[in-house]
């Protein structure tokens, strides 16, 4: 079946742009997390959805750095007045349920540069 | 602070040898531990995981091992493969508490031919 899916897969723009990024999980997961990977770093948390619950937004770095989730489903990650220090691989993952020992899947992740 | 360390970035193994990773912990409420793979340009992949009930998980050639009292665990791949040279992540949950999964750093395993 279809997995978690990212978009673009690839984003380049220049400091100050706003950029959105794209996440559709898997169809029927409830649970729905952004993470961002910069170079040579681990997986840090941004944000964690679970239904029509309040987002758990504790690990957006700043206010430039918002996501919603429509309709349960779909979500949108979008940082504004990107700046180069943004430049990072970010992952969607889904799950399931929002019981924390259910595995997340991943998305294959959006690398975005900020020039 | 980092609640989950991999203290290794990196480790190379011989094809058909035991390639040992370790991860450690801090805070003593996570209960749940996973492991998940990563090549290049592309997400991370489940592997396996463990429960704090439980002090050894074993699947095929993956096994881990969960020390509570020390917080560390480690995933051992016997025998290893060149297809396993990834990045491996250690994460934890606090399935009691309901907090998230943090992830470890991450080690990057080369498996020499």
């Known amino acids: 079946g279809a997995g978690v899916s990212q978009s673009p897969s690839n984003k380049v723009t220049e400091k100050g742009k706003d950029v959105e990024l794209r996440c559709d999980p898997i169809s029927g997961h409830t649970a729905l997390y952004w993470y961002r990977q910069s170079l040579g770093q681990g997986l840090e948390f941004l944000i964690y959805f679970q239904g029509n619950s309040a987002p758990d937004k504790s690990g957006l770095p700043s206010d430039r750095f918002s996501a919603e989730r429509t309709g349960g489903s779909v979500s949108t990650l979008t940082i504004q007045r990107t700046q180069q220090e943004d430049s990072a691989v970010y992952l969607c993952a889904s799950s399931p349920q929002a019981l924390t020992y259910n595995e997340q899947f991943f998305g294959p992740g959006t690398r975005l540069t900020v020039l | 602070d980092q609640q989950v360390k991999q203290n290794s970035p990196s480790l190379s193994v011989q094809e058909g040898r035991i390639s040992i990773l370790n991860c450690d912990y801090t805070?003593?409420?996570?209960?749940?531990f996973l492991w998940y793979k990563k090549y290049p340009a592309e997400g991370p992949t489940f592997l396996i995981s463990i429960s704090s009930i439980k002090d050894k998980n074993e699947d095929g050639r993956f096994t881990v091992f969960l020390n509570k009292s020390a917080k560390h665990l480690s995933l051992h791949i016997v025998p290893s493969q060149p297809g396993d040279s990834a990045v491996y992540f250690c994460?934890?949950?606090?399935?009691?508490?309901?907090?998230?999964?943090?992830f470890g750093p991450g080690t990057r395993l080369s498996v020499l031919p």
């Open positions: 805070n003593s409420m996570f209960d749940y």
């Open positions: 994460a934890a949950s606090g399935f009691r508490t309901g907090q998230n999964f943090v």
